[in-house]
């Protein structure tokens, strides 16, 4: 007898049709799935039907009840919860069927199996809590109180996305692997396949590749937040991508800030320019749709926006382009190293233009972000224009024709906003929107 394990499918539709052909072929003649049926991909409804025709015994999964409960949550969520993850528990409700949520709800946390007298207890995380996780790593100490806990023979969970199979007082846990969002850096669908022989029980994790591109290419045309996207092509959590992001971003701050030193740069100023540029990205992200890398990128270009002062100012910009563009000890990939080049070029001179070569050298896609961080450089550098960081804080009110910004500072900062006003050209040419300054005083004084 052949059994197949799913788990943690989360409307990957693609993954799991490519899973259910092999388990055919595989000869299994039951499915049972162990819960996180939807969350983060953007079949969810369909993998639910398409599950349901399979007639598979199945559990609910954490971000199953989650979803469910979304309403309830939705406010505090919103506060409390990272934006890439509220945004997934929000879309997937909005794209979940009356009858779909019926059927989620009316799926139980846990199931006793037995075939040919082997007990099986499935769980989504552990037999003790939904949301407990179980890994490889788990502490020995902990899988042994919960096989001294359970009445079962082998104990099946999901919830953490990877294999494993540990035997412990005689119990064996195992974990499938994810379906539709593995976590071990392997985008293939992961399963597991029981055979079961007098009593005997063999365990083989099968890894089956899918049409990722299909599933990120759906992802993007629903907008779904960049790092979602990454978590499903590179096989990683969101949660782990963040650390990730954060050791990077560590990594090539420091080494830039290494190349600004070295180019004697004016620090204050610098740092002055790249924090209100921050604050201008912060809060006009509705308008420009940019994400990480490009809030990253726009850190960059604006702290060594200056440092082709190194040879006098004339043509200031541009030296600090191909300052950039030789700086070989920026972790960054030939791409990302040209766009942060332009953004630091663009910060005064003329516009971007098709006839400069080295713009035009970018795909049209790249040419967007340029010039959409340009215009946030350029115009954080005119409001320090007397370099003296009078400015200390900026907000920004949106309305159909204009972008209004406020200017919070202890005096009236009369350069910083005609020239703040001036250095808005690009801004208003790619966002179309006319730019208003006006102060506001300090609470401080």
């Excluded at 909005?94 to 075939?115: G, I, W």
């Excluded at 400069?356 to 049209?364: E, G, R, S, T, V």
């Excluded at 020239?419 to 609470?443: M, T």
Aim: a positive charge; glycine letters at 4%.
């Amino acid at each position: 007898m052949k059994i197949a394990l799913l788990a943690d499918i989360h409307g990957n539709l693609p993954a799991l049709e490519s899973v259910l052909k092999d388990v055919h072929k595989q000869g299994c003649e039951e499915i049972w799935h162990l819960g996180d049926l939807v969350g983060y991909g953007p079949f969810p409804e369909q993998s639910v039907q398409r599950l349901c025709r399979e007639k598979a015994m199945s559990i609910v999964g954490n971000y199953d009840l989650k979803v469910l409960e979304f309403k309830k949550k939705e406010d505090e969520w919103k506060e409390k919860k990272d934006p890439a993850k509220f945004f997934s528990f929000q879309w997937t409700h909005r794209q979940l069927s009356v009858s779909t949520k019926r059927y989620l709800a009316a799926l139980p946390e846990k199931m006793v199996l037995q075939r040919q007298s082997v007990r099986f207890l499935l769980v989504h995380g552990s037999p003790e809590a939904i949301d407990e996780p179980l890994t490889k790593d788990t502490p020995r100490r902990r899988f042994q109180e919960l096989a001294s806990a359970v009445n079962a023979d082998i104990v099946l969970c999901g919830h953490t996305h990877e294999y494993f199979l540990k035997t412990f007082n005689g119990k064996k846990f195992i974990n499938p692997g994810s379906v539709g969002r593995p976590f071990d850096s392997d985008p293939r669908a992961s399963y597991a396949v029981l055979t079961m022989e007098n009593k005997k029980v063999q365990v083989k994790n099968i890894r089956i590749a899918y049409d990722v591109k299909r599933v990120a290419e759906k992802m993007k045309k629903e907008k779904f937040p960049e790092m979602l996207i990454r978590s499903l092509t590179t096989a990683r959590s969101v949660d782990q991508l963040k650390k990730e992001d954060e050791a990077f971003q560590v990594k090539i701050l420091s080494q830039a800030l290494q190349l600004a030193q070295r180019c004697h740069y004016e620090k204050k100023h610098s740092h002055q320019v790249a924090r209100i540029a921050l604050e201008l990205f912060d809060q006009l992200g509705e308008l420009h749709g940019c994400g990480p890398s490009e809030r990253l990128w726009l850190q960059l270009g604006s702290l060594l926006h200056d440092i082709g002062w190194i040879q006098g100012g004339f043509r200031h910009h541009k030296t600090a382009r191909d300052l950039i563009m030789g700086a070989k000890e920026l972790p960054l990939d030939p791409c990302a190293r040209r766009v942060v080049a332009l953004i630091a070029r663009y910060h005064r001179g003329a516009l971007p233009k098709r006839t400069h070569q080295c713009l035009d050298d970018l795909k049209p896609a790249d040419q967007k972000i340029v010039k959409k961080l340009a215009a946030l450089l350029r115009m954080a550098d005119g409001l320090d224009r007397s370099h003296l960081n009078l400015i200390e804080a900026v907000d920004c009110e949106c309305s159909s024709q204009k972008i209004k910004i406020i200017l919070k500072a202890a005096q009236l900062p009369r350069a910083e906003m005609v020239y703040g006003k001036k250095k808005a050209d690009l801004f208003k040419q790619v966002f179309r929107k006319d730019v208003e300054f006006c102060w506001q005083r300090s609470s401080a004084t």
